[in-house]
């Protein structure tokens, strides 16, 4: 069972436009990690978020952990091909040291 | 090695066959995870060892289902009697402290099994 939902399922757009991937649970969670996996590859580590509220930037992507740290959001700027890609999102409680994913957005970006 | 490996990167299999994956961590790295992903669906938790000790094996779907990790180092996921539902991408990643909450996970590319 999945304990975070991720939304939408599939998304393609055209390279330039932005997007935004939405990661939602009813658990809290200590803290929450973005990945990124492409066709057989294992997901690489984008960014860490451990604070509630926090936001963080790495070039054009912007990572948010909500408030009550059950929710966070992927924006991405100006999409390039090269942002093409399965998107998971994945929690860990305060004292669970496995991971739990959702089950992905993939994200299509059309030259 | 740079990064995890696994082997063998695909396995076709019967129903009812023993199967064994082997998945040789970063070296250094004291926490080791299995995951199983399913098509269109994201990784799902099987156990994790800390060290040579399975931490948290809750994962691990039935008895069918056993990993070990002998000397702290490479670990292998081992099936008996595969059944066709067991056929997915097994994914292991291993991470320099443990704990995923504050550490990163570096996965391997997975091992494709498919059970006819």
């Known amino acids: 069972t999945q304990l975070l939902e991720q939304s939408p399922q599939f998304l393609s757009i055209q390279e330039g436009e932005n997007l935004t991937v939405y990661c939602n649970s009813s658990?809290?969670?200590?803290?929450l990690q973005w990945y990124r996996q492409e066709p057989g590859e294992g997901p690489v580590l984008l960014v860490t978020?451990?604070?509630?509220?926090e936001v963080k930037k790495l070039k054009r992507l912007t990572f948010q952990f909500g408030d009550a740290r059950k929710d966070s959001s992927l924006h991405i700027t100006a999409a390039q091909p090269g942002d093409t890609g399965l998107y998971l999102c994945?929690?860990?409680?305060?004292?669970?040291?496995?991971?739990?994913f959702g089950a992905g957005t993939t994200v299509t970006v059309r030259a | 090695g740079a990064g995890v490996s696994q082997t063998p990167s695909n396995k076709v299999t019967e129903k009812g066959k023993y199967v064994e994956l082997r998945c040789d961590p970063i070296?250094?790295?004291?926490?080791l995870y299995w995951y199983r992903q399913s098509l269109g669906q994201g990784p799902e938790f099987l156990i994790y060892?800390?060290?040579?000790?399975?931490?948290?094996d809750s994962g691990l779907p039935n008895d069918r289902f056993f990993a070990v990790r002998p000397e702290g180092s490479v670990s292998t996921l081992k099936i008996q009697r595969t059944e066709r539902g067991d056929s997915a991408v097994y994914l292991c990643?291993?991470?320099?402290?443990?704990?995923?909450?504050?550490?990163?996970?570096?996965f391997g590319e997975g091992s494709r099994l498919t059970v006819l």
């Open positions: 990643a291993s991470s320099l402290i443990g704990g995923p909450g504050t550490g990163e996970l570096f």
């Open positions: 658990s809290v969670f200590s803290s």
């Open positions: 978020v451990v604070t509630g509220g």
């Open positions: 994945a929690g860990a409680g305060s004292n669970d040291y496995k991971l739990s």
């Open positions: 070296s250094g790295h004291t926490a």
């Open positions: 060892f800390q060290g040579t000790g399975a931490a948290d």
